[in-house]
């Protein structure tokens, strides 16, 4: 399996501007998540999928932040418009549950976004 | 509160030499942990879990954790530090069914 693949993987835009991050789980995995990475906070989860249904969206900053998962293999993270402080590592990852435990999470390579 | 403590922020290691990370959880029940490694520019890559059963766990790339529950602890060793795995180390805490939660990392430097 190639692992979870994420697109593009560096992104710069200017702030105001939509910015669509995408990403396409591994095949049988019904967990999906979206994480953003930043030297101050850390890895931070903004949005977890289960069966393509979003169960967790508490993480997400505010309404100009979006995820939507149409199908079991591709979710996509939106932001409109974006801000310099969006700027950030975005990392989609899945995981194959259990029973009712997920396993552990398989990490994309992620998406660098630059927000000028 | 469910928590993850990595309390070295930067470790330094010269090449051949043995390696222990820290980690420190807090969790009422059976902890599910995890180590992950981050090369930069990569995403994160798992190299052991612990779930249940025998505390001291083999990961990959010759690494092993020994969970301790008296002292809260999930600390990651190697015998023998090559210069490729200097990198950033994670160690994760799965308390339910899906929240991760993660430690801030521990930076790891490889002189040769």
């Known amino acids: 399996d190639a692992g979870v693949i994420q697109s593009p993987r560096h992104e710069v835009t200017e702030m105001g501007q939509e910015v669509t991050l995408r990403c396409k789980p591994i095949?049988?995995?019904?967990?999906l998540f979206w994480y953003r990475q930043t030297m101050m906070r850390g890895l931070e989860l903004l949005i977890y999928f289960n069966n393509n249904v979003p169960i967790d969206d508490s993480g997400m900053p505010e309404d100009r932040f979006s995820a939507k998962m149409p199908n079991a293999s591709f979710s996509t993270l939106k932001i409109q418009p974006s801000e310099p402080r969006d700027s950030a590592v975005y990392f989609c990852?899945?995981?194959?549950?259990?029973?009712?435990?997920?396993?552990?999470?398989?990490f994309g390579q992620g998406t660098r976004l630059t927000v000028v | 509160a469910q928590s993850v403590t990595q309390p070295d922020i930067h470790i330094t290691v010269s090449e051949g030499a043995s390696l222990e990370l820290r980690c420190n959880y807090s969790?009422?029940?059976?902890?599910?942990l995890f180590w992950y490694v981050q090369s930069p520019g990569q995403g994160l890559q798992l190299l052991l879990k612990y779930f249940s059963g025998d505390t001291l766990v083999q990961g990959i790339k010759g690494f092993e954790a020994e969970f301790k529950r008296s002292q809260s602890s999930f600390n990651l060793r190697k015998p023998s530090v090559h210069w490729s795995d200097a990198a950033e180390y994670f160690c994760?805490?799965?308390?339910?069914?899906?929240?991760?939660?993660f430690g801030t990392g521990t930076r790891l430097k490889v002189l040769a």
């Open positions: 994760a805490l799965l308390p339910g069914t899906y929240k991760y939660i």
């Open positions: 969790y009422g029940a059976t902890p599910y």
């Open positions: 095949s049988g995995h019904n967990s």
């Open positions: 990852a899945s995981s194959h549950p259990q029973g009712t435990l997920n396993t552990e999470a398989f």
